[in-house]
């Protein structure tokens, strides 16, 4: 093994570490914002772009009353959330831009944290999106940090 590959193994809790800080300092806000928009009446929430999953196994850890599963289409971000299993929140490897991909009728509500960020095509999956969930369904959408 090169050098350079045991730097990055002895990162690994660094960089898990400073995660799990991202997810700390947003949080409280993100989740206040997402209670003012009534978000908190979902209960089978579709969190786009999930990554780590971090976030997300917060939200559900405080939520234990809804149903979550995030879906990201990098196999290795999956791999590493389904690593610790929790009982309302499941990961799910698709493409949200494929629209056979995903059942979008079973969600009363949306979380896209960053995601709109990385496509190009942000409105006709918003489109997409409203025309296929279920009737009155939330979107809430973070595109940038807030003060």
């Given at each position: 093994m090169s050098e350079s590959s045991d730097i990055w193994i002895d990162l690994d809790p660094v960089i898990e570490d400073q995660l799990n800080l991202q997810v700390t300092i947003a949080y409280d806000r993100h989740h206040q914002f997402m209670r003012e928009t009534r978000f908190d009446d979902c209960k089978q929430v579709l969190d786009i772009g999930t990554g780590n999953g971090l976030f997300l196994r917060r939200l559900a850890g405080d939520h234990p009353d809804k149903s979550f599963v995030g879906v990201d289409?990098?196999?290795?971000?999956?791999?590493?959330?389904?690593?610790?299993?929790?009982?309302?929140?499941?990961?799910?490897?698709?493409?949200?831009?494929?629209a056979q991909a995903i059942k979008l009728s079973d969600f009363d509500g949306v979380l896209m944290r960053y995601f709109l960020l990385h496509v190009s095509n942000a409105r006709d999956i918003l489109k997409n999106l409203k025309s296929k969930l279920k009737k009155g369904a939330h979107i809430c959408e973070v595109a940038q940090e807030f003060r």
């Open positions: 289409k990098r196999q290795h971000f999956l791999d590493r959330c389904n690593l610790t299993p929790m009982k309302n929140i499941s990961f799910c490897l698709a493409d949200v831009q494929d």
